[in-house]
């Protein structure tokens, strides 16, 4: 079966002076060491008196493994009646088994497991397994780093951020169209702009200044191609990043002009691709799905294109775009 991975990119949030962030597979595994169990990891934790039919969606680290990166199934349920076709292990166990038992929580409740996600962890970077919204991961890292992760540090650890990670070959496409002329930015209604950093109180402010917008079109040009490919950049991860807060995907565009004439959406540059994987009982299996999430790895840590450039380091930091 095919399945589709994109990569992001671990930022922090106001990271204090000195602040200087663990691999990300070492402290997602001394989280899954100090809550071992299902019932650790669930989030928001099931109260005694949850009723069957609440609609509220829980989350939890499954099935996991820890090698150079983690790797583990990231899952979603409903509380209710589990439909004949989804057999689940319990709860007070290391991990639920998503093909053989039934599962129960600790009131004896049975409970629908709704999505199953793979997540790989490693040095500065997530992958993650399209569907998965990366705000939810994002917000379920924090709360379990909140929990159950000893900040080596005499403050709590910084909350992280996952950011799009665009490929370099935009920087090729813009060498090759000889520059950006012109850089614009289309917003649709829905977004708070109210404040924030770089590009959002910029927009912010641009759009209060006439009362009644709901869309907003910025573009910055020069003629001589001499626009900043990482300016641009830095711009469509951070509105984009936005939008993905406000589940409205598809409402930011931002699109470069080549002095050339040709025109690339920066959407359509985000690094993410297709990884075949042996399936069983119509899941993908969980060792080959970690065995090509290696394969993958070890293939972004190698020199790329006529220029050699990598996407990562050996210990998975982000190379420069340009």
Request: overall charge neutral.
């Given at each position: 079966?095919?399945?589709?991975?994109?990569?992001?990119?671990?930022?922090?949030?106001?990271?204090?002076p000195?602040?200087?962030?663990?691999?990300?597979?070492?402290?997602?595994?001394?989280?899954?060491?100090?809550?071992?169990?299902?019932?650790?990891?669930?989030?928001?934790?099931?109260?005694?008196?949850?009723?069957?039919?609440?609609?509220?969606?829980?989350r939890?680290?499954?099935?996991?493994?820890?090698?150079?990166?983690?790797?583990?199934?990231?899952?979603?349920?409903?509380?209710?009646?589990?439909?004949?076709?989804?057999?689940?292990?319990?709860?007070?166990?290391?991990?639920?088994?998503?093909?053989?038992?039934?599962?129960?929580?600790?009131?004896?409740?049975?409970?629908?497991?709704?999505?199953?996600?793979?997540?790989?962890?490693?040095?500065?970077?997530?992958?993650?397994?399209?569907?998965?919204?990366?705000?939810?991961?994002?917000?379920?890292?924090?709360?379990?780093?909140?929990?159950?992760?000893?900040?080596?540090?005499?403050?709590?650890?910084?909350?992280?951020?996952?950011?799009?990670?665009?490929?370099?070959?935009?920087?090729?496409?813009?060498k090759?169209?000889?520059?950006?002329?012109?850089?614009?930015?289309?917003?649709?209604?829905?977004?708070?702009?109210?404040?924030?950093?770089?590009f959002?109180?910029?927009?912010?402010?641009?759009?209060?200044?006439?009362?009644?917008?709901?869309?907003?079109?910025?573009?910055?040009?020069?003629?001589?191609?001499?626009?900043?490919t990482?300016?641009a950049?830095?711009?469509?991860?951070?509105?984009?990043?936005?939008?993905?807060?406000?589940?409205?995907?598809?409402?930011?565009?931002?699109?470069?002009?080549?002095?050339?004439?040709?025109?690339?959406?920066?959407?359509?540059?985000?690094?993410?691709?297709?990884?075949?994987?042996?399936?069983?009982?119509?899941?993908?299996?969980?060792?080959?799905?970690?065995?090509?999430?290696?394969?993958?790895?070890?293939?972004?840590?190698?020199?790329?294109?006529?220029?050699?450039?990598?996407?990562?380091?050996?210990?998975?930091?982000?190379?420069?775009?340009?």
């Amino acid at each position: 079966m095919n399945r589709t991975v994109s990569l992001k990119v671990i930022k922090y949030e106001n990271p204090p002076p000195g602040f200087i962030p663990n691999p990300i597979q070492y402290v997602i595994s001394s989280i899954l060491k100090n809550a071992p169990l299902v019932s650790d990891r669930l989030s928001p934790p099931l109260s005694p008196s949850a009723s069957p039919s609440s609609t509220n969606q829980h989350r939890f680290i499954n099935k996991n493994d820890t090698k150079d990166f983690v790797f583990f199934e990231f899952c979603g349920f409903n509380p209710g009646i589990t439909p004949s076709h989804i057999d689940l292990d319990h709860f007070p166990n290391p991990s639920v088994n998503i093909d053989t038992s039934p599962l129960f929580d600790t009131s004896n409740h049975p409970r629908i497991l709704t999505k199953t996600h793979h997540v790989c962890g490693f040095g500065e970077i997530l992958i993650i397994e399209s569907g998965l919204g990366p705000r939810i991961i994002e917000r379920y890292l924090n709360e379990m780093i909140l929990k159950y992760y000893k900040s080596p540090y005499p403050y709590p650890y910084p909350k992280l951020r996952l950011k799009d990670i665009i490929s370099k070959d935009i920087v090729l496409e813009v060498k090759k169209g000889g520059g950006i002329r012109e850089v614009k930015m289309g917003l649709t209604h829905g977004l708070d702009l109210s404040a924030g950093r770089r590009f959002q109180t910029l927009l912010g402010e641009t759009k209060s200044k006439i009362g009644g917008t709901q869309d907003l079109t910025i573009s910055w040009k020069n003629g001589k191609g001499q626009l900043s490919t990482s300016d641009a950049v830095e711009a469509y991860s951070e509105i984009s990043e936005l939008s993905e807060e406000e589940n409205d995907e598809g409402n930011v565009i931002i699109k470069l002009t080549l002095n050339n004439g040709s025109v690339f959406d920066l959407e359509n540059y985000k690094i993410r691709t297709s990884l075949i994987i042996d399936e069983e009982n119509g899941h993908p299996k969980f060792d080959s799905f970690q065995k090509t999430i290696e394969e993958y790895l070890n293939q972004l840590r190698k020199p790329q294109g006529n220029e050699g450039k990598r996407v990562l380091t050996d210990e998975g930091k982000l190379t420069p775009l340009e």
